[in-house]
């Protein structure tokens, strides 16, 4: 073999007009095998699938409501840039169902549209992937750009695995590009170009790519934590990440819950002090306590990422004198309450677009900036500070406690869906708790 | 194992073929690690043929070590899931997964040495066979090299590190090992930079200083190699980083990797980027640049300093052997987004340390897709630069800056190619 045919790789060809429809294509829908037909073997990978985001993508309600508001809004490009993801193999055979026809999503469930489009990133989307992709740049018009390199339908798929079991059923081939962290592209890297500025909309690979040790060498991969080993040797495929399946009542039976919690409580790490501001055993009447606290990320991306400006993590402080009543909070909120934003104190990471007018908006479509400074970046190290003044109305200790939280979803993104609004559910990701004794000086 | 392929691929780049051979030693060859094929690529330029090395050393099975200290102590990554879900990992998702990265050449003792990133391993070949003598393992990612000939010395640095600790290299020392003995090298005593991550790294000609600064910690350091490894340091930008042992520090600079001309001149590239300021949560875009610092003072002095924009990410680079030039590769931000950030430029810079305000020459073509290694043949004339995401070796003229040709290593973004060597001819 040499160089030329290391280079070689197959895949089925389509291409898009300027509005995005497809001019030609040489993918049929029938080419992709439905994730039913791959249970009748691969039962435990469809179980875990099956509880997967990427099986939910097109069954979410939240999804369904935000592709119909580009319908309303941004029509054509605005719901085809959202399905080039949420299933690609609409997109790619000109499958665009018409999303007008279905109420709810029930409706569109039960509808007669194939269900490997319902799938939405379904079996064969991954495993008849041959070369890696690029990341979607969305220009002007905000076109679906997305690249897939797919050859479905031969009877061909790929996979990580270097010397697969020959079977009856479909030929298996092993490709390197499953290691790679790129392989995730083109759906979790996404900027936008208005008016020659890059937008980095959601850009989780970008991310991970300037966590340098992360770029060049593929440590701690996506798959690694998304995907981790399991101990006979498959790859998990619950593709763990943030989101769940809202509409459990209650929200601990979704079938990620578990997942997802644990995913972020190894995500980030709490401490008291910071660098060599320590936090005092003591402190006296009329003295300003400053609390110092360190937050480290152990996570080889932002925290919040992907649609990070959907997303909140922040810090819940609850300070408590004695007699339990309470001298600082921040953070403090219900699952279906808002943050105050007004909190001078209050430690926020997320992102914010904003939109032509300088409101802020959560379309992609209607995106001309974005303000990406509270994010907390990957394996980055920050301080927060809580100030307090001890009045001699305080006595014996203070009992501080600190937890870092984290949601989906910021509430208000969920007012069309109150079902679902109070199902959502705020993670804890890591908690600390000390005291400090105040000194009587009387 | 070692390949022949003879069905290579130059793909001409607006040149004649012809007009570039014309000038060129039709036996110029180049080294190249093929990072993510796990292989190194030995490319006859002219011929566009490349042999083949495929790097696969003994490694290690991690997912028997079930805590912490075992994995870390066996080159393998811990990978904290919170709970029983914790388990140990080999780096990059493979256990078969080597990563050559770097590569040096002794010319004097016909060996050549590559180091594996993620397998942790330094392997020795012979210059005339091509055979693997022997290898030994250094563990927690080595990088770049450094070679004494005289004393048959190996100076390895560190990959930058991921920030927990826990990924990427978690040492602050520069490996030394011994390679006198023609058939096993031997580890020294390493030398400490006190910041994790230390990655670049140049040694003086008689071997009597080395200087290596942090990724992670934007420190440049000195030893004296023969008297009791004495060390000294300076932090690289004035006003940042002036606590050495501050557990966080700044990492504004970035800095990647350095060379030494007239045994007193360091030029060191700093990639910089993006940085976020944690105190005012803005965030910063600081230019890439080089640095040009005298070495022979104490403290070492900044002589002065070249910027580029912030996308830039300068990363290795290569000084003429013929004239006062520096070559450097421009890495350029995330490829597809920042299309037009990567290339390759030439500055040139005074003996008293200044580089001219403009640089020479700045080549970016539309081929280049995330650039790394870079070196440069014996006369000066050509410029060997590597692709990482492209997968190619882009020849240059060193002279204007124009691209030549571009030889295809493998597959696009699957090859990630690195280091480069240029194999002297005398």
């Known amino acids: 073999m040499n160089s030329d045919q290391i280079s070689e790789y197959t895949e089925k060809e389509y291409s898009l007009d300027e509005n995005g429809n497809i001019v030609s294509t040489e993918i049929s829908i029938d080419d992709f095998s439905s994730a039913i037909e791959c249970k009748e073997c691969h039962e435990t990978h469809y179980e875990e699938w099956n509880r997967s985001m990427h099986a939910y993508s097109m069954k979410d309600p939240v999804f369904f409501t935000c592709i119909k508001d580009e319908r309303d809004n941004n029509s054509p490009h605005g719901e085809r840039f959202c399905i080039q993801c949420h299933s690609p193999p609409a997109l790619v055979t000109e499958n665009l169902f018409d999303i007008d026809a279905y109420a709810t999503v029930e409706d569109f469930l039960s509808s007669n549209v194939s269900e490997v489009i319902k799938e939405g990133v379904t079996c064969d989307v991954c495993h008849s992937y041959t070369k890696l992709s690029q990341t979607v740049i969305a220009s002007d018009d905000s076109l679906a750009d997305a690249k897939f390199h797919l050859y479905p339908g031969e009877g061909i798929k790929y996979g990580p695995i270097e010397d697969p079991m020959e079977n009856q059923y479909h030929q298996s081939e092993y490709s390197p590009i499953f290691h790679r962290s790129r392989f995730c592209l083109p759906c979790h890297n996404m900027v936008v170009e208005r008016d020659n500025n890059v937008i980095e909309a959601e850009v989780t690979i970008t991310e991970w790519n300037r966590v340098t040790g992360a770029g060049m060498s593929e440590s701690m991969s996506c798959q690694s934590c998304h995907m981790p080993l399991k101990a006979n040797g498959d790859h998990l495929h619950t593709f763990v990440g943030v989101d769940i399946d809202l509409r459990f009542d209650p929200i601990e039976n979704s079938p990620l819950y578990d997942d997802v919690s644990a995913m972020l409580k190894s995500a980030v790490e709490l401490k008291f002090g910071y660098n060599n501001i320590l936090l005092p055993e003591t402190i006296q009447h009329g003295a300003i306590l400053n609390i110092p606290i360190t937050i480290t990320s152990v996570t080889a991306h932002s925290i919040p990422s992907g649609t990070s400006f959907n997303r909140e993590a922040w810090l819940e402080v609850i300070i408590l004198d004695n007699n339990l009543d309470t001298v600082l909070q921040s953070g403090v909120v219900e699952n279906t309450e808002s943050l105050n934003l007004a909190d001078s104190s209050l430690t926020l990471f997320t992102s914010f677009l904003i939109d032509s007018k300088n409101d802020t908006t959560h379309s992609i479509m209607e995106t001309y900036g974005i303000i990406d400074n509270n994010l907390l970046q990957g394996f980055v190290t920050v301080p927060a500070y809580y100030n307090i003044t001890i009045s001699n109305e305080m006595v014996g200790l203070l009992d501080m406690q600190v937890r870092m939280l984290f949601r989906a979803f910021k509430p208000r993104l969920l007012q069309d869906h109150p079902d679902l609004l109070k199902n959502l559910p705020i993670f804890e990701m890591a908690s600390i708790r000390d005291t400090v004794y105040i000194q009587n000086t009387q | ?426």
Not at chain 2, 126 to 131: F, K
């Open chain 2, 1 to 426: 194992m070692k390949h022949i392929y003879f069905g290579i691929i130059c793909s001409m780049m607006m040149t004649s073929c012809d007009l570039f051979e014309s000038n060129n030693d039709f036996s110029d060859k180049v080294y190249v690690a093929l990072q993510g094929l796990n292989k190194i690529g030995i490319v006859n330029i002219n011929s566009g043929i490349v042999e083949e090395i495929d790097i696969n050393y003994h490694s290690i099975d991690c997912s028997g070590f079930n805590n912490a200290t075992d994995c870390a102590n066996n080159g393998c990554m811990w990978h904290d899931m919170g709970g029983v879900n914790s388990h140990c990992m080999s780096h990059g998702d493979s256990h078969s997964n080597h990563a050559p990265h770097f590569i040096s050449i002794d010319h004097s003792n016909k060996y050549w040495f590559v180091t594996t990133m993620m397998s942790g391993w330094v392997g020795r070949y012979s210059l005339n066979t091509g055979d693997l003598i022997d290898t030994i393992f250094v563990g927690d990612s080595p990088a770049l090299m450094a070679l004494d000939e005289n004393k048959q010395i190996l100076y390895v640095s560190r990959m930058m590190l991921m920030a927990d600790g826990q990924h990427g290299s978690q040492t602050s020392f520069i490996q030394t090992i011994d390679y006198s003995d023609t058939e096993k090298m031997e580890l020294k005593e390493p030398l400490d930079a006190t910041i994790q991550g230390p990655h670049a790294v140049a040694i003086n000609s008689d071997g009597s200083k080395l200087f290596t600064s942090t990724f992670e910690g934007d420190w440049l350091y000195k030893f004296m190699l023969e008297d009791n490894y004495i060390r000294y340091e300076v932090p690289l930008e004035t006003g940042y980083s002036e606590d050495i042992n501050d557990p966080y520090p700044t990492k504004r600079m970035k800095p990647v990797q350095a060379i030494l001309v007239e045994d007193s001149l360091l030029i060191l590239s700093c990639s910089a980027g993006k940085w976020h300021d944690i105190y005012s949560g803005i965030t910063h875009k600081i230019p890439g640049q080089v640095h040009v610092w005298n070495v022979n003072s104490e403290p070492m002095e900044l002589k002065d300093t070249f910027l580029f924009s912030w996308d830039s990410r300068p990363w290795h680079l290569i000084a003429s052997p013929t004239s006062n030039r520096v070559f450097v590769v421009l890495k350029g931000e995330d490829y597809d987004i920042y299309p037009n950030s990567d290339g390759v430029a030439c500055l040139s810079y005074t003996s008293e340390g200044m580089i001219n305000d403009e640089h020479e020459w700045i080549t970016r073509e539309e081929i280049f897709e995330e650039l790394h290694g870079i070196d440069i043949s014996d006369d000066g004339m050509t410029l060997y630069v590597s692709g990482f995401v492209d997968g190619k070796l882009h020849v240059l003229d060193a002279s204007s800056g124009e691209l030549k040709k571009s030889i295809s290593l493998g597959p696009q973004l699957e090859t990630q190619a690195a280091g480069v060597k240029y194999l002297r001819q005398n």
